[in-house]
């Protein structure tokens, strides 16, 4: 038996870093930019203002208040996108819309609200008044964001190695950047194989099951940043699994599902065996003791060869998605470019006891719940490996230590969260 971490250091030996793509910034979420970005231009490009109000020089407004307003004259209005076509001059100010330049001259906004125009424009006559009373004193800059206050030119803005999240995905846009350069996603062929399974859409006849690891996979495969390949379901059988394998040899990785337990697993050894190295590893862990690792290799062009590697996991649901989470989430992540490949853990108090009988790692499916700003951490329910809804009920993975015998309740486990449920955490 090896330990989860060195099947995961002998994995992730194999998992390297791809190439680089240039697509629309859109199509990019979650990837790793390959190239520093430096801003082509100040942001904001000019002096602007930060309110609806009255470009005005500050010196005008000196003793300006409620009861003592300074009268300027209005000279023009800009909007946001225009550009002002007078100079704000002594005793003169310009109506001005928030993100419209600063006319030159001026050197403070005074907002709406510190002005006298709501009055005058409901006054006889009043509509856009030709004067404006300031009601208070403004200071030098005062409502006005500077030129290249945010970025300067020049700057750089994302750093080769940063995962594009939304907020780098609006920096890259202020600075007009539509297109990016990223390290591209993993294509990851997922294969199926069974003679007991059936795809969807088809009835079920006696003696079968729906195909669900295909699904649980490919979209766990798609939340990590992947793109999968679905090659389908393999009979238990060395032709057809063979010439399904070989479909899913232009992918970056191969997933498969179940063939690794004593019973069958002969006829996936014996394919990939002759395609590539394989070999079967009993992993400390449970769910998902046996587990298989290899590779192919394959005639790439004039590159010569190119190695893919292939996990596969057992066939119980629950395995297949705890093997993918641990072995093979990592290794998307590498290849993406990543290097935070740990799952996010909390600590977290268990609330049922667990016996741990043969010595191995168990990730107990469990709800996560906070309560006076701790965690607690409850178990979904029957843990059996083909028991499905324990992964669709929790919020994360209990790890139960292989050398503890029990965890007993009220004691302190980490817990590798799945996901954050904001309704609980
Ligand atoms: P195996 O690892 O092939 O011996 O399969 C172990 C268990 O997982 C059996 O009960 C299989 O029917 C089940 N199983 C295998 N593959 C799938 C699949 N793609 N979808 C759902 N259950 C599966
Ligand atoms: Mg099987």
Redesign the pocket.
């Known amino acids: 038996m090896i330990s989860v971490e060195e099947a995961k250091e002998k994995i992730l030996g194999y998992a390297h870093t791809l190439g680089t793509e240039e697509k629309y910034i859109l199509e990019c979420l979650d990837q790793v930019i390959a190239e520093d970005i430096y801003s082509p231009y100040n942001i904001p490009p000019m002096d602007n203002s930060a309110m609806d109000g009255f470009a005005v020089r500050f010196a005008d407004t000196r003793g300006a208040a409620e009861n003592s307003p300074v009268v300027l004259k209005v000279i023009e209005e800009v909007p946001a996108g225009s550009i002002a076509k007078k100079a704000v001059g002594p005793g003169t100010a310009t109506r001005i819309m928030t993100g419209a330049p600063v006319p030159p001259g001026a050197d403070a906004v005074v907002q709406f609200e510190h002005t006298d125009e709501v009055q005058r424009s409901k006054s006889p006559g009043g509509g856009k008044p030709a004067e404006i009373g300031i009601l208070k004193e403004a200071s030098a800059g005062l409502n006005i964001r500077q030129a290249g206050e945010d970025i300067k030119k020049g700057q750089l803005i994302v750093a080769k190695g940063t995962v594009l999240r939304p907020s780098e995905t609006g920096v890259l846009a202020t600075a007009g950047l539509a297109r990016v350069k990223v390290i591209r996603r993993p294509v990851v062929a997922v294969l199926?194989?069974?003679d007991?399974?059936v795809d969807l859409g088809n009835p079920l006849p006696p003696g079968k099951?729906?195909?669900?690891?295909?699904?649980?996979i490919a979209a766990l495969v798609q939340r990590y940043g992947g793109i999968p390949k679905v090659l389908g379901?393999a009979r238990?059988n060395v032709e057809e699994l063979a010439s399904l394998v070989r479909e899913g040899l232009d992918a970056d990785m191969l997933l498969t599902?179940?063939?690794?337990?004593a019973?069958?697993?002969d006829i996936v050894k014996d394919v990939l065996a002759r395609e590539g190295e394989i070999s079967f590893w009993t992993v400390r862990m449970k769910p998902g003791k046996?587990l298989a690792f290899g590779f192919f290799k394959v005639k790439d062009g004039d590159k010569g060869v190119r190695f893919v590697p292939h996990l596969g996991?057992?066939?119980?649901?629950v395995?297949?998605m705890v093997s993918f989470e641990l072995f093979a989430r990592p290794a998307i992540l590498k290849m993406m470019g990543k290097t935070l490949l740990e799952k996010p853990s909390i600590k977290a108090t268990i609330e049922n006891s667990v016996v741990n009988r043969d010595g191995r790692r168990i990730y107990v499916r469990v709800v996560v719940t906070r309560k006076d700003g701790k965690y607690y951490a409850s178990l979904t329910g029957e843990q059996g490996?083909?028991i499905?809804t324990s992964m669709s009920m929790a919020d994360g993975l209990a790890v139960i230590p292989e050398d503890a015998p029990e965890v007993k309740a009220g004691e302190t486990v980490t817990v590798l969260m799945l996901d954050w449920n904001e309704s609980r955490l």
């Open positions: 199926a194989t069974g007991e399974l099951i729906h195909n669900s690891n295909t699904f649980s379901i238990d599902s179940g063939g690794v337990s019973g069958d697993y046996p996991f057992p066939g119980n649901p395995s297949a490996s083909g499905l």
